[in-house]
């Protein structure tokens, strides 16, 4: 591994013209300086296009690109995907940002510990200014509206183990990938929220799998992002569980397991 290898954020983008550029300041402004910024446009009826090229004159590592509008986020990442030139890659939401030392520090743990991802906590900002800070895993089920606080972390454990936590919603955390992991498999394009089965299909693609806590990855809730925007179908939350059954049946997961996510798959409607 090169001592300061090549990071690709990736940072699928709708009509984000009112904070895409406090997004972009925040990797600007990380200790680690070695990545590239490539900004997919999902045809955005805003200004978020021309910020970014107007951002990108200044700033040879940012790459913007769009495409006809999908309302996918998936559909975005991977085209993404597919110019990301990095050794680890990060996938940013064009409201979101990432405290200072989050590159600097992930490549490091990277480096020293051979780990196939890192969840970094995540620090939820509402609107009223108030936040919540979760992250690691824990005893119990979450629900972000009661927990404020970090379960077990500095801590690895084995790919098929984050499947079976997040499975029973006790794990919490923000990837940081190496690029092998997105090698083998892309985000699943079939609805709207395929990310809720990407993220446990990545989990089972690696071998190991660190929790820090140090830095942060900071969630906004905004109504006008295409991401925190809620219109999932339950026919496409019905079908990502469906398909979760199906991987967990793959892997050999115990019955238990599986009876819970029938169960959750069966609550949707």
Same mark, same amino acid.
């Given at each position: 591994m090169e001592k300061n290898p090549l990071v690709s954020i990736i940072i699928p983008c709708y009509n984000a013209e009112n904070?895409?550029?406090?997004?972009?300041? &925040?990797?600007? !402004?990380?200790?680690?300086?070695?990545?590239? @910024? +490539?900004?997919?446009? /999902?045809?955005?009826?805003?200004?978020?296009?021309?910020i970014l090229k107007n951002l990108s004159i200044n700033n040879s590592r940012l790459k913007a690109?769009?495409?006809?509008?999908?309302?996918?986020?998936?559909?975005?990442?991977?085209?993404?995907?597919?110019?990301?030139?990095?050794?680890?890659?990060?996938?940013?939401?064009?409201?979101?940002?990432?405290?200072?030392?989050?590159?600097?520090?992930?490549?490091?743990?990277?480096?020293?510990?051979?780990?196939?991802?890192?969840?970094?906590?995540?620090?939820?900002m509402f609107s009223n200014n108030n936040y919540k800070i979760i992250g690691g895993i824990y005893n119990n089920?979450?629900?972000? &509206?009661?927990? !404020?606080?970090?379960?077990?972390?500095?801590? @690895? +454990?084995?790919?098929? /183990?984050?499947?079976?936590?997040?499975?029973?919603?006790?794990?919490?955390?923000?990837p940081f990938y190496k690029k092998t992991i997105d090698k083998i498999i892309n985000f699943n394009e079939e609805s709207f929220n395929g990310d809720?089965?990407?993220?446990?299909?990545?989990?089972?693609?690696?071998?190991?799998?660190?929790?820090?806590?140090?830095?942060?990855y900071v969630y906004n809730f905004n109504q006008e992002s295409i991401t925190k925007k809620i219109g999932v179908h339950h026919w496409d939350t019905w079908k990502t569980w469906f398909n979760l059954e199906k991987l967990a049946q793959k892997h050999n997961y115990e019955k238990k397991l599986i009876k819970k996510i029938n169960k959750i798959r069966y609550s949707i409607y």
């Amino acid at each position: 591994m090169e001592k300061n290898p090549l990071v690709s954020i990736i940072i699928p983008c709708y009509n984000a013209e009112n904070f895409i550029e406090n997004c972009i300041n &925040s990797i600007i !402004n990380q200790t680690y300086i070695n990545y590239e @910024i +490539i900004c997919v446009d /999902d045809g955005s009826t805003d200004n978020t296009l021309k910020i970014l090229k107007n951002l990108s004159i200044n700033n040879s590592r940012l790459k913007a690109y769009s495409i006809n509008h999908t309302g996918i986020p998936s559909v975005v990442k991977n085209y993404g995907l597919k110019l990301a030139k990095g050794e680890f890659l990060l996938i940013l939401d064009s409201d979101d940002m990432i405290t200072e030392y989050f590159l600097e520090k992930g490549i490091k743990y990277f480096q020293d510990n051979l780990v196939d991802i890192i969840l970094y906590p995540v620090k939820f900002m509402f609107s009223n200014n108030n936040y919540k800070i979760i992250g690691g895993i824990y005893n119990n089920s979450l629900n972000i &509206s009661d927990v !404020n606080y970090l379960g077990a972390t500095n801590k @690895i +454990i084995s790919g098929r /183990d984050a499947f079976r936590f997040s499975i029973y919603n006790k794990l919490i955390g923000f990837p940081f990938y190496k690029k092998t992991i997105d090698k083998i498999i892309n985000f699943n394009e079939e609805s709207f929220n395929g990310d809720e089965y990407s993220f446990r299909e990545h989990l089972l693609q690696a071998k190991k799998i660190a929790f820090i806590d140090t830095e942060f990855y900071v969630y906004n809730f905004n109504q006008e992002s295409i991401t925190k925007k809620i219109g999932v179908h339950h026919w496409d939350t019905w079908k990502t569980w469906f398909n979760l059954e199906k991987l967990a049946q793959k892997h050999n997961y115990e019955k238990k397991l599986i009876k819970k996510i029938n169960k959750i798959r069966y609550s949707i409607y």
